[in-house]
Structure formats: C-alpha cells, structure tokens
C-alpha cells in the first residue's frame, strides 16, 4: 500500500513507494500493531491534514476546554497539546486565559499555527524536549495527546516525557481511535502507516502501571467513528479513579477483544464490503452515473487502495484542505478539488470517504442534496442516502 497521506503531483506517479501493511495481535497483552514502522520523518514533517477543517472536532475540542476550565485547569495553567496540528485544540484553552503550548513535528502546521497565535514547537515529542520545556514554561497542568498516540513507535519513552512535565496534581489525557469500533463497524479503512496501534483499555492500563501512572477515567465519543478518551494521573496523586475505566475493559472483553476469532472474522467482512461496494459502483457506472467522492481522507486511500477503484470509476474527490486541492490521491491517483466546485461537476453521487463527518458533510452539500444528489456510504455496510 502507498502511504496515505503522500499526496502527489501527477508527475510525481511513476515513482510512487509502496510498503506492506499488516495489522499484528499480541496474544499475550491484546495489543494490535502493524508488523513495520516507517521512517515518522517521512510521514510527518509536511503534513496535509488540518483538525481545524471539521467544524465538529472543533466543538469536540471546546467541550474538553470547558470541561477541564470548570474545575481542573485555572487561568494561567499550562496546557500542552502533543500534536498540536494547526492549533484546533489548544485555542479554547488560550481564549479561556490558559497558558498554551503545541508541539508538532509538522513544519509547514507549525508555521501556521504560530501565525495565528498558538506557539508551537515544530518538533517529535521525547524526554529531552520534555525537559527543555520544563525548563522555560515550568509544569503542564495538562498535557493532552489527540490522535497521536496510535502513530509512537516507542510508546515507553512517549509515557516517560510526559511523566517528567506533568504537574503532580496533573492530567495527561489521551484520545485515540478504540479497536472496540474499529471491530464493531469494520473501519478497515482506519488501517494505515500512520496507525502503528490499535488501541484497547486493558493494554493501555498496563502500559500506564509500568510507568507507575494511573487510568483515572475513560470516556468514549464517537467522534472518528469512534473513540476513547483517557484521563491519566501519576500513582501519587489523589486517587480520582470512578470506576469507568474496569467497566470499559469489562466491555473489551465481552466483545471478545481479547481473543483471535473476531479478528480473522474481521477478515471476512472487509471482504464482504470490498465486494459489495465494487459492484455497486460498477452498476452505478454502467447505468451511465457520474460519480465523484468527497473527503480526500488518509482512510479513504485505504479504502480505495484496498478496492481498486480508481479515476475509472470516481471521476474526483472534493476537499476543503488547501494543502490536498490540485494533488492526486496515492495509489489510484484520483485529483483532488476545491469543495466549493462541487455543484459545478454535476455528480450523480458522493462517496462519502470521511464517513466519520457524515452530518457535517450533508449539511454542508445541501444544495447537492436539493439538486438529487445521493450519497454513497462504505462503512460500515453499504448504505445509500
Ligand atoms: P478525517 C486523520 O485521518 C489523520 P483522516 C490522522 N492520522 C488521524 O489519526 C485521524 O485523522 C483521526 C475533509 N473535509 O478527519 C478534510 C472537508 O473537506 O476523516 C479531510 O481531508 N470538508 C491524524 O484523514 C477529510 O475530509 C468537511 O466539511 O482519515 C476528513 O478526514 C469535512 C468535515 C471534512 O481523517
């Protein structure tokens, strides 16, 4: 498979790497890895992918900032987002009086994340930049990791660094893709190189007890087709344990996570949906119907990848990230416009490759929806709006 957020310029296809991906279970400890770790320097210092685009992660980044400001947090408290992306996160806590730093090993999302007034570090997280933070901005109060924590290859050191920065009365919180849902409604598509770990509860407890650290709660959100959400506190501190963490690996279990038959079932029912899909848009497209796709997302480059369909079939992807407009897709090479050309092309039908936002993208497309427009949606089975 290609990487899945290596978007290129046409004359860069000829020469397109590809690397295995495969998804590896642990039999003792149920944590799920992919079997390579490619070069992070390759995947992450130019980054295409913006948090702030979604106007619903951008709410789900106020609710935590008001969450952790009625209580948690005071004016002044460092908050220190790892991965900060273009600053989506850490803006509430800095227009609620908080003091602010991302970090993100991402040059170019730095930069525009230091223009709009979020200071960001343009570096990987690891223990020695742990201690230089510590040094000038003195503890986090919080230290927040969103959708990162499934791309460490060394998750100890990761654990380490935060341990050396976070106040003792501090929480370090993780938010990351839960295999539960992964599982539960076939995301294969959420499987790529970035994605070194698919995550469950009980690991995570176990990794945080080696680090003398502590699960303290754990929420799940269905943002991202679904997450958890893990509020971590060092072993000395106030026990703020509510019991939600046990009931969610409880959950884990019954599911039967902890076990090899629901994955090689997996197997099977990505099949199923690879199937079904083809032939849908196969028959779509011998019925003479334009079809377009809207999302250039990573997953959406492992869905299409995975099926084979390719500008054959799906004529464009629309997106509203100026850094994916005027590229084409990985593997397949589909070219990637401007979300605002969408009532131009005068497609027959969408294939909503961020199915995760399908509210936000209807609502935004309405006046496709009015004109007949239909929407295609793969995950978790084939469904057509
Ligand atoms: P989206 C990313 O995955 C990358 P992706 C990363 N590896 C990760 O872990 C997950 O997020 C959590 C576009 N769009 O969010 C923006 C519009 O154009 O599903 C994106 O290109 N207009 C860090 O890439 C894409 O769709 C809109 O209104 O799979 C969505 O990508 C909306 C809502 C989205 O994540």
């Not at 990351?176 to 992964?182: D, F, R, S, T, V």
Request: hydrophobic share 35%; charged share 30%.
């Amino acid at each position: 498979m290609p990487l899945a957020n290596r978007l290129i310029k046409e004359n860069e296809a000829f020469n397109e790497k590809k690397y295995p991906l495969e998804m590896m279970f642990c039999e003792d400890c149920s944590f799920s890895q992919l079997s390579i770790v490619v070069n992070p320097e390759i995947l992450f210092r130019n980054y295409v992918y913006r948090s702030s685009i979604s106007n619903t992660f951008k709410h789900h980044c106020e609710m935590l900032s008001d969450e952790l400001n009625s209580g948690i947090v005071d004016r002044g408290d460092l908050v220190l987002d790892i991965a900060s992306n273009d600053g989506c996160l850490l803006r509430p806590f800095k227009e609620k009086g908080n003091k602010v730093l991302g970090v993100d090993p991402a040059v170019n999302l730095a930069e525009i994340a230091n223009k709009s007034g979020i200071e960001t570090l343009p570096r990987f997280w690891e223990k020695d930049l742990a201690k230089e933070i510590l040094e000038k901005y003195g503890p986090a109060k919080i230290v927040t990791a969103f959708n990162v924590f499934a791309h460490v290859d060394d998750v100890h050191s990761f654990v380490d660094g935060v341990k050396i920065l976070l106040s003792k009365d501090g929480y370090f919180i993780i938010e990351a893709p839960h295999l539960y849902n992964l599982i539960e409604k076939i995301e294969f598509d959420t499987v790529y190189h970035e994605h070194l770990s698919y995550l469950l509860v009980k690991p995570l407890n176990k990794l945080m007890k080696e680090h003398h650290m502590r699960i303290a709660k754990t929420k799940r959100f269905e943002i991202h087709g679904g997450c958890i959400r893990l509020y971590i506190e060092h072993e000395g501190k106030e026990n703020s344990s509510d019991g939600s963490t046990q009931k969610i690996i409880n959950e884990e279990k019954e599911a039967g996570l902890y076990e090899t038959d629901v994955y090689m079932n997996l197997n099977e029912s990505v099949k199923k949906l690879k199937k079904d899909l083809v032939s849908k848009l196969l028959e779509l497209k011998s019925a003479g119907k334009k079809i377009s796709a809207f999302g250039a997302s990573a997953k959406g480059n492992t869905l299409l990848n995975y099926c084979g369909i390719g500008n054959n079939i799906i004529d464009c992807i629309f997106d509203d990230t100026p850094e994916k407009q005027g590229k084409i897709t990985p593997g397949v090479h589909i070219p990637i416009i401007n979300g605002r050309e969408l009532m131009k092309k005068r497609s027959d039908y969408l294939l909503l490759l961020a199915w995760n936002f399908v509210d936000e993208i209807m609502e935004k497309t309405r006046n496709y929806r009015e004109f007949g427009g239909k929407y295609i949606i793969p995950v978790p089975n084939l469904k057509i709006i």
